[in-house]
């Protein structure tokens, strides 16, 4: 059974930074991509960033480039998000979520292209 395990939320201050980490187990990876997906209150959830496994090929939102950086450790089953320049916006519940088999065809910035999801963390931005 896939497990996703969400770590790194909390409170910060407008401008300041965050890390949230994503540690994934229960088979391999090595075919897979995983993104972050955020949800507001009283909005849809929304895609923030995606990485392949193996390829290293990232995706941004437009609303984070510059100042969110998706990247991976492989010899641990993780995914991060390093979260910069954080504004009030950005405040949300931030999931982690994997797709299994990945290729270009799989259109990562799409939430029901992923199989499995974590609980989800808690970021808020205080102005």
């Known amino acids: 059974q896939v497990q996703l395990v969400e770590s790194g939320g909390g409170l910060v201050q407008v401008g300041g930074s965050l890390r949230l980490s994503c540690a994934a187990s229960?088979?391999?990876?090595?075919?897979?991509?995983m993104g972050w997906f955020r949800q507001a209150p009283g909005k849809e959830r929304e895609f923030v960033a995606a990485?392949?496994?193996?390829?290293?090929?990232?995706y941004y939102a437009d609303s984070v480039k510059g100042r969110f950086t998706i990247f991976r450790d492989n010899a641990k089953n993780t995914v991060s998000l390093q979260m910069n320049s954080l504004k009030p916006e950005d405040t949300a519940v931030y999931y982690c979520?994997?797709?299994?088999?990945?290729?270009?065809?799989?259109?990562?910035?799409?939430?029901?292209?992923?199989?499995?999801w974590g609980q989800g963390t808690r970021v808020t931005v205080s102005s």
């Open positions: 979520a994997v797709r299994l088999e990945w290729n270009r065809g799989v259109y990562l910035y799409n939430r029901y292209e992923y199989d499995y």
């Open positions: 229960g088979r391999t990876f090595s075919r897979s991509a």
């Open positions: 990485i392949t496994w193996s390829g290293g090929i990232v």
